[in-house]
C-alpha cells in the first residue's frame, strides 16, 4: 500500500514538473538552464513560491486552491492533472489495464 502511494506520488511529482516546463515553454521563458536550475515563481506577481507550493496535490489543497503571495485563485486543472497522472503511473507499474 505504502509503495503503491509512493509511485502514484511519483506520477504526481512528474506532471507538475512536466506542466512547470510546458509553461515556461509556452510563455516564452524557455531555456534548458533556466528550467533546470531556477527556482518557480508565481504566475501573477512573479515571487517565488513557498516550499508548500512545490509539493503536488498537497500544496493545492493546504493552500486551498489559491496562491500564496498574492492570494489569487489557481486553475483546477494542477491537481486534476497531477492525480491522473499519478494513477496512470501506477496502473503502468501494477500493469493494470485502464480498458
Known amino acids: 500500500m505504502t509503495?503503491?502511494?509512493?509511485i502514484m506520488y511519483g506520477g504526481a511529482?512528474?506532471?507538475s514538473f512536466l506542466m512547470c516546463i510546458l509553461g515556461r515553454?509556452?510563455?516564452k521563458k524557455w531555456s534548458v538552464r533556466d528550467s533546470l536550475m531556477k527556482p518557480s515563481s508565481c504566475?501573477?506577481?512573479q515571487r517565488r513560491l513557498?516550499?508548500?507550493s512545490y509539493l503536488p496535490l498537497?500544496?493545492?489543497f493546504a493552500n486551498l486552491g489559491r496562491t500564496t503571495c498574492c492570494n489569487r485563485k489557481l486553475s483546477r486543472s494542477?491537481?486534476?492533472v497531477e492525480f491522473m497522472t499519478g494513477v496512470l503511473l501506477l496502473c503502468l507499474v501494477l500493469n493494470i489495464s485502464l480498458l
Open 78 to 80: 494542477y491537481p486534476i
Open 3 to 6: 509503495i503503491n502511494l509512493l
Open 13 to 15: 511529482t512528474l506532471a
Open 50 to 52: 513557498s516550499f508548500l
Open 58 to 60: 498537497i500544496g493545492w
Open 25 to 27: 515553454y509556452i510563455s
Open 43 to 45: 504566475d501573477f506577481c
